[in-house]
């Protein structure tokens, strides 16, 4: 039997800075049997430019108008000819046996998800601390998603996974309504479709955070209602698999959650979040922040608290709508 070919999509928007530390990390994989994709999506930047200076290594780089990051991951998903999928964001990084330990993982656990470690990193890769969190084990998907969506702070990040053809093509591919946290939704739809996760140690994902203008950073209206849908819609996944208290429990959590992030922006769909999370039971999730919003919270209740971190200055300004 013929060695698996893996395809590795890079969505790249105005990467330019980054890109060609995401590709290096791609082509030095040690699993050879690989195909790269990049697809520029209207970059403005020079990422073009940085992607065609990797054709002559073997990487195939395609052009769209911008039309957002899922429907470049759906293009190259189009192109793609491996029986297995990873998703490369064009800031990140991939340590070099990452492909070859998934690849293996999976042909010992077919129509599993392979799952590999993560830490972040701002400038520097030697930064990234890969300390064992939630969901790092072999494990059934509802089992997985209860575990990771718990505290409601769930990393999906989407090369950590690599994902067989056929899962994808039973389940389709991202959903291009999203933006902001869209792979929430896609993962969750995934994973529940899926025989469960088969987590690969070694498979390490370098994960680039803080940088000004990324898409996880985005707080404008269409981000906002994109994370309202993609929760609802993934909370669903999981719900549809199993209905019961501790399914209930990680679904509210993830609502309320992103209530507490939303908050005072976008108060319809705040209201609607706070009504799905009293039809499943309610949630007792309390908001991080710092000692003097948690003094602010105990005595004034926490959508106060977050009013006064607004007229300090210390949390971005509500849309109203």
């Known amino acids: 039997m013929s060695a698996p070919l893996v395809s590795i999509i890079i969505p790249c928007y105005n990467a330019a800075r980054w890109l060609a530390a995401s590709l290096e990390s791609a082509l030095e994989q040690t699993w050879p049997h690989r195909e790269i994709i990049v697809v520029d999506d209207g970059s403005t930047d020079g990422s073009l430019g940085v992607a065609r200076g990797f054709e002559s290594r073997g990487v195939r780089v395609v052009t769209q108008s911008n039309a957002g990051q899922c429907a470049a991951c759906n293009h190259g998903l189009r192109l793609a000819k ?37 830490a972040r990193f701002h400038a520097d890769p030697a930064e990234a601390a890969f300390t064992p969190r939630p969901g790092w084990h072999d494990a059934a998907p509802a089992d997985w998603l209860v575990e990771i969506w718990a505290e409601a702070q769930p990393m999906m990040q989407c090369a950590q996974f690599l994902i067989p053809r056929e899962l994808l093509e039973r389940t ?32 390490r994902l370098f994960y680039r955070s803080g940088l000004p203008g990324s898409l996880s950073r985005s707080r404008s209206a269409r981000a906002w209602e994109s994370a309202f849908l993609s929760t609802i819609l993934g909370t669903g996944h999981l719900l549809a698999l199993e209905d019961s208290p501790r399914t209930r429990r990680a679904a509210t959590a993830i609502l309320q959650g992103l209530i507490h992030d939303m908050y005072p922006n976008m108060p319809a769909l705040v209201a609607r979040l706070e009504t799905r999370v009293a039809e499943l039971g309610g949630s007792t999730l309390q908001p991080l922040g710092g000692k003097g919003f948690q003094l602010a919270r105990r005595l004034l209740g926490w959508k106060a608290a977050r009013w006064l971190q607004f007229l300090a200055g210390r949390y971005p300004r509500p849309l109203v709508r």
Do not use: H
């Not at 389709?172 to 469960?196: C, K, M, P």
């Open 82 to 118: 491996g029986g297995f999928i990873k998703f490369l964001d064009a800031d990140d990084l991939l340590s070099p046996e990452s492909v070859a330990l998934q690849v293996a993982a999976l042909a010992a656990k077919p129509g599993c998800l392979a799952y590999g470690e993560w």
């Open 172 to 203: 389709g591919g991202w959903d291009e309504r999203l933006s902001l946290i869209n792979d929430f939704e896609f993962f969750a739809r995934l994973v529940t479709a899926s025989r469960g996760i088969a987590f690969t140690p070694g498979a």
